[in-house]
């Protein structure tokens, strides 16, 4: 993420309310930009394609197709991209720039045979048991892969600081689609719903396709070193456990009420409680924007300094220095906690008067306010992991995302019992949960830290054999040493 900080800084500095707002948009376009691309040309094809006028069993089956497409694209690429991307980043701070091409290539081969083992059967059930058409299915199941692709190869593409490029290729994807579905619909004469799925297919593929060769430009070379990431995925285990229970925490309370009374004959969904989460998860997105921004420009820099006076520098500049990374942590904390409550507050009140005239009302509205609070304390959750991943405490990220993950699973199962408006009731336990053991484990790492950081290395380096002796010496032996003299 440091490639954002240095723009930020630059922008912040004349400290104005121009350059606030610059930056925050900056921010803005830089991390959740292909998310608001996706969503504003899924609107603007129902918008000109008419989709509201279509059956509703046909509009149900497009949503439902789409958000299955995110939901296990996301779950089914988490496991792997967490190693790939510390592999990565060592390759490039060690400038072993020849290892990154089989790093990539074993996660596309990885990503690629997993995603597909997944969502074969679900398709075959699809088909068989929902009685969708061959070809529709088909093009789900090409949208999924194209999206996994383009969720791949995103992550080398942030890696190298590209955030404006990932931005253009989803803006340029989404405009290939856009007026793809306009040609299927008008000229080629398709249901306005595959018209739609099409064309969103092709262009996944097309954001894919530049976000692979940017890559390969950026690595030319190939060193065929695969099995050191193998190596990689056992020593950094953690990382794989972390990744996908975080994200399965994200949607498994979903997962929970898919079981409930609402659900169609080909896809499992409660739609009032999917689009109660939609809002409030863009209740507080801004978080993400506002934690990236501040980290990058404050925390890092007294990370670093820290580090560095760990590697060269007196006891007491590492006393000093770790004392002003730690303020500066709970400084950031608290600074985000602030801003987020009131962003949440203003955008709350405007969803709350604005979205029942726009017919979201009745039960999504009752659910979204308890949805909402979770994804609000979720969000900070998910601060402290990265603030873990700064120390290398993979321990205690772990322990956070498996506490997160199985309470919200648990309370869930209690909440489908509880009326509407205590639906949200498992998303906002478990990130309760999860944000205190989270808190806790900071708190640990802040007493504990110069153990953490100078007591992990080995004097002699690992490796299988024989256990040399643990003796260094005989004190015997050196009691006769004087009487051998004499």
Request: aromatic content about 18%.
């Amino acid at each position: 993420m440091a490639g954002i900080g240095v723009k930020l800084n630059r922008i912040y500095q004349k400290n104005t309310i121009t350059t606030n707002i610059v930056g925050f948009f900056y921010s803005m376009t830089m991390t959740i930009a292909p998310v608001l691309v996706v969503i504003i040309n899924l609107m603007l094809m129902q918008k000109v394609l008419k989709f509201n006028t279509v059956r509703y069993i046909d509009r149900e089956l497009f949503s439902c197709t789409v958000l299955y497409v995110f939901i296990f694209s996301l779950l089914t690429t988490s496991p792997f991209n967490a190693v790939l991307s510390r592999y990565m980043s060592d390759a490039i701070f060690e400038e072993r720039y020849e290892d990154v091409l089989p790093c990539h290539r074993i996660g596309l081969l990885s990503n690629i045979c997993f995603s597909c083992l997944v969502a074969i059967p679900f398709c075959l059930w699809e088909h068989f048991v929902g009685k969708v058409q061959v070809y529709y299915v088909f093009t789900g199941y090409c949208c999924f892969v194209s999206l996994v692709l383009v969720f791949y190869n995103m992550l080398y593409m942030s890696i190298c600081k590209e955030y404006r490029l990932i931005s253009l290729y989803f803006a340029l994807g989404m405009i290939v689609s856009f007026l793809l579905s306009l040609f299927f619909r008008y000229i080629c004469k398709m249901s306005i719903p595959y018209s739609m799925l099409l064309a969103l297919t092709i262009g996944f593929f097309v954001t894919a396709v530049f976000e692979w060769a940017k890559v390969h430009q950026f690595f030319p070379d190939n060193s065929e070193e695969y099995r050191r990431v193998f190596v990689y995925f056992k020593r950094y285990w953690h990382l794989i456990l972390i990744n996908f229970l975080y994200t399965l925490g994200l949607f498994i309370h979903n997962f929970v009420f898919w079981r409930t009374d609402m659900a169609m004959q080909t896809f499992v969904c409660n739609q009032p409680y999917d689009m109660a989460t939609c809002l409030a998860m863009f209740t507080n997105l801004s978080a993400s924007v506002i934690f990236i921004s501040r980290v990058e420009m404050y925390f890092h820099e007294r990370y670093k300094a820290y580090a560095d006076a760990v590697f060269g520098g007196r006891g007491l500049d590492i006393q000093n220095t770790r004392k002003r990374m730690f303020r500066q942590l709970g400084s950031e904390l608290m600074t985000l906690i602030r801003l987020q409550f009131i962003i949440s507050v203003v955008i709350y009140l405007i969803f709350v008067i604005f979205l029942p005239r726009m017919g979201y009302a009745g039960l999504v509205m009752r659910i979204y306010p308890m949805v909402a609070a979770g994804y609000f304390i979720l969000f900070l959750m998910y601060s402290e992991i990265i603030f873990l991943y700064y120390f290398e405490d993979l321990q205690g990220a772990l322990v956070t995302a498996l506490s997160f993950c199985g309470v919200t699973f648990l309370a869930s199962l209690i909440a489908v019992h509880l009326p509407a408006v205590f639906f949200g009731v498992g998303i906002w336990t478990g990130s309760v949960v999860g944000f205190t053991v989270a808190y806790m484990r900071l708190r640990w790492m802040e007493t504990h830290i110069d153990e953490h950081m100078f007591c992990r290395g080995n004097l002699i380096k690992r490796g299988k054999g024989i256990k040399p002796s643990a003796k260094v010496f005989d004190i015997r032996e050196l009691k006769k040493e004087p009487e051998d003299e004499e």
